[in-house]
């Protein structure tokens, strides 16, 4: 039983459903695995847990997102941290970086923010972290244990509001050095980052077209996940129209970052980060930076050529943050779209700085986003193709597959199980993992050639199809 816990069961005790409690995460269906009882709970538990890692009462600030399900949500969070002799601000509804700034810039215990990320508008979840480290893996369980057993602490705690929104405004401000006026089109994709957007645009040189700025739960006219190439069409196609220098969009909770350049050619998040990287190693000469498994190898070839230590990691934000700080790594980065700056900033994935610092590097390049990446080799490759498998069955397959790879016995492949499965051959590279935040199994592959990567995702196909399942080909 851990640390955490003083007692036997107690009244009080709940039991989370097991599908809620996630690697990174806290998140569910509202009104079928999630509810207000669940916020409750987590509150109580929280808050327990917090006090108890600190010795003394606690300071924690709670925010929410845009989904219609988060102010209920984070109205019961709130009672139950102050059952707990918690002080709370609640700095309302934003996105989950400006959550994360007002740890750091306040300098609270501890964090919450009430959110469902990209997932869609009948999910939602909560993102918890500590002053000085993320909340995930065996933490996450171990509160779930605490809840179980409802050993709670009890105290006369105190919530209030405060705004925060001009404070974390200013503090994306201050690190712009751009002094080219741009034109650019930004998709806000109806999340949470629609307000900020507004204000830090407003303060900002050139011309900008902001798309779905209205914060609105239903996601009315694209799924809030700027990884998905149907979700940037409206961007591409306001960078088209206006001539832009190139577009951004964020997901449905600000962490995570989508680009296009002034043509409307999707830049993978791994190639944004070897832009990055240029301008990071020049004040870090061989500093490490991490990349997750399913970045391209452009990247860490990039990187290395620059004079950085390119490190491979596991998939998760809260893993490659964790990472980040082991290694004192100035930058890291997901394909997914989050990207950390410790450089200048406070090491956590925060998409409207990465855009600032964008607008930095075009700025000085005199021209549209494509001249920062023509030098790159131009590869072939997928983007994430997600296809859906049971829950139950999701963390068994790839093993399966790891099983008969090995069994065949070929010797031109080299077999990588750092996170999930990465095969390397003659042809390239593919990549066969589990999701910790969707019941799907994720898929990448890689390629110097057209062919060659037809060739990768024939095999890979085939690979699977011995689980029972299979790529979408249409992707």
């Known amino acids: 039983m851990p640390e955490i816990l003083n007692k036997m069961p107690q009244e009080g005790a709940h039991i989370f459903s097991p599908t809620l409690l ?16 669940d916020a409750r709970a987590l509150g109580r538990a929280f808050g327990t847990f917090v006090r108890r890692r600190t010795g003394r009462d606690t300071h924690i600030c709670v925010g929410y997102d845009g989904r219609l399900s988060s102010p209920a949500l984070c109205d019961a969070l709130i009672l139950s941290l102050t059952d707990t002799g918690a ?11 400006m959550l994360y700034f007002a740890v750091k810039s306040r300098q609270a215990d501890a964090g919450i923010m009430i959110t469902g990320s990209h997932n869609p508008a009948d999910y939602n979840g909560f993102k918890m972290m500590l002053y000085g480290e993320p909340v995930y893996g065996q933490l996450i369980q171990d509160i779930g244990t605490l809840a179980a057993h409802g050993d709670f602490e009890t105290g006369a705690g105190h919530a209030g509001t405060i705004d925060i929104q001009d404070a974390y405004t200013a503090r ?5 050095t751009g002094t080219r006026p741009l034109t650019i089109a930004w998709d806000a994709g109806n999340g949470a980052a629609g307000e900020i957007l507004r204000r830090l645009t407003a303060r900002l040189p050139g011309n900008h077209i902001l798309l779905h700025d209205e914060i609105d739960g239903t996601f009315p006219n694209h799924h809030p996940d700027p990884t998905v190439d149907e979700n940037l069409r409206d961007l591409q196609k306001a960078v088209r129209d206006h001539q832009c220098d190139l577009g951004i969009a964020f997901d449905g909770d600000g962490d995570r970052i989508g680009v296009v350049d002034e043509n409307g050619a999707v830049l993978r998040c791994d190639i944004l980060m070897t832009l990055y990287a240029r301008e990071v190693l020049s004040r870090h000469p061989g500093a490490a930076i991490v990349g997750d498994v399913k970045c391209s190898q452009v990247m860490f070839d990039e990187i290395a050529r620059l004079g950085g230590r390119p490190v491979v990691w596991k998939t998760g934000h809260s893993l490659i943050k964790a990472k980040m700080a082991e290694l004192k790594a100035p930058l890291a980065g997901e394909l997914s779209g989050h990207i950390f700056f410790a450089d200048q900033y406070y090491g956590y994935d925060d998409a409207l700085y990465c855009a600032v610092r964008l607008l930095n590097l075009v700025s000085a390049a005199g021209g549209g986003l494509s001249t920062l990446t023509s030098h790159l080799p131009v590869l072939h490759n997928t983007p994430e193709i997600r296809f859906a498998v049971k829950e139950s069955e999701k963390f068994a397959l790839v093993p399966r597959v790891i099983e008969n790879i090995k069994a065949a016995g070929n010797r031109d492949l080299t077999i990588g199980t750092i996170d999930g499965l990465r095969v390397s051959g003659p042809d390239g590279w593919w990549i066969l993992r589990p999701s910790n935040t969707q019941d799907v199994l994720v898929f990448r592959a890689e390629s110097h050639s057209a062919d060659g990567l037809e060739r990768l995702k024939r095999a890979a196909d085939s690979e699977i199809r011995k689980t029972g399942y299979g790529l979408p080909y249409s992707e």
């Open 22 to 37: 996630r690697e990174y995460d806290i998140r569910g269906i509202v009104g079928d695995t999630l509810g207000e009882a």
């Open 172 to 176: 994306l401000l201050q690190d712009h």
């Open 87 to 97: 002080r709370v601000e609640n700095i309302g509804l934003g996105p989950s970086p």
